[in-house]
């Protein structure tokens, strides 16, 4: 099976663009697809981000997401910063057996 | 609008067993992939496990750390999704999420919608 492997933490200023970043230990991060998940304190998770670079209705288009085969990793954008974004987010995909694979979170401080 | 609102959480003894309950709303349900996912305190997201549509087979997949433990079940008369954790061990502690899962064919491909979760805590 693989892991994947998200920063701990990342911080930005309100206004501004942060990338976090989600990194697949073994086999292609372009063999399934990625999506991203934000999780507010003391709520459940929302979907931001599913097959790699779909919004759902309703997530503003500062949320993107993309992958980079030549890293290995998916990447999940958020432009023009606001305090509400500030949240966990993870990253999700499946293995081979359809089985589901989580990174291990990013806090996101928005100050 | 799209309801998912699991019951059932408590606290248990280690070695203990407890059924957890999601009633869903505002969709098909017996069209539906529905996974668990759970969150120990302070920790990330883990996936416990999912059922199938009947019409995909209504098979079941779980994860390593509660295969053989726990099962999962639905009741598309009631709109209803269980799970049925049994052996309960301390590191079961967490709160416990369940999600629609959106799937194209046989291949699974995102978590849609989330309910509010429902706290489990496996302490004597």
């Known amino acids: 099976n693989f892991m994947l492997t998200q920063p701990h933490s990342v911080s930005e200023s309100p206004g501004k663009t942060v990338t976090i970043s989600c990194t697949r230990s073994?086999?292609?991060?372009?063999?399934?697809?990625v999506q991203w998940y934000q999780q507010r304190p003391g709520s459940a998770p929302t979907t931001v981000i599913y097959e790699d670079n779909q919004r759902p209705s309703g997530v503003p288009d500062r949320f993107s997401g993309s992958i980079d085969s030549s890293s290995n990793s998916a990447s999940l954008t958020i432009s023009g910063l606001k305090t509400e974004d500030e949240a966990d987010y993870y990253c999700?995909?499946?293995?081979?057996?359809?089985?589901?694979?989580f990174g291990g979170g990013t806090k996101l401080t928005v100050l | 609008e799209v309801q998912l609102v699991e019951s059932g959480g408590g606290l248990v003894k280690p070695g203990g067993s407890l059924r957890l309950s999601c009633a869903a709303s505002g969709f098909t349900f017996s069209n539906a992939w529905m996974s668990w996912v759970r969150q120990a305190p302070g920790k990330g997201l883990e996936w416990v496990g999912r059922?199938?549509?009947?019409?995909?087979?209504?098979?079941?997949d779980y994860a390593a750390p509660v295969k053989g433990r726990f099962t999962i079940s639905r009741d598309d008369s009631k709109n209803t999704l269980y799970l049925q954790m049994n052996s309960l061990k301390t590191e079961d502690t967490a709160v416990y999420y369940c999600?629609?899962?959106?799937?194209?064919?046989?291949?699974?491909?995102?978590?849609?919608?989330w309910g509010q979760g429902t706290l489990v805590t496996v302490s004597s």
């Open positions: 059922i199938k549509s009947k019409t995909d087979g209504g098979t079941t």
């Open positions: 999600t629609t899962e959106g799937n194209s064919g046989s291949y699974p491909k995102s978590f849609d919608y």
């Open positions: 073994s086999g292609s991060i372009a063999s399934n697809y």
């Open positions: 999700q995909s499946y293995d081979s057996s359809n089985f589901v694979v």
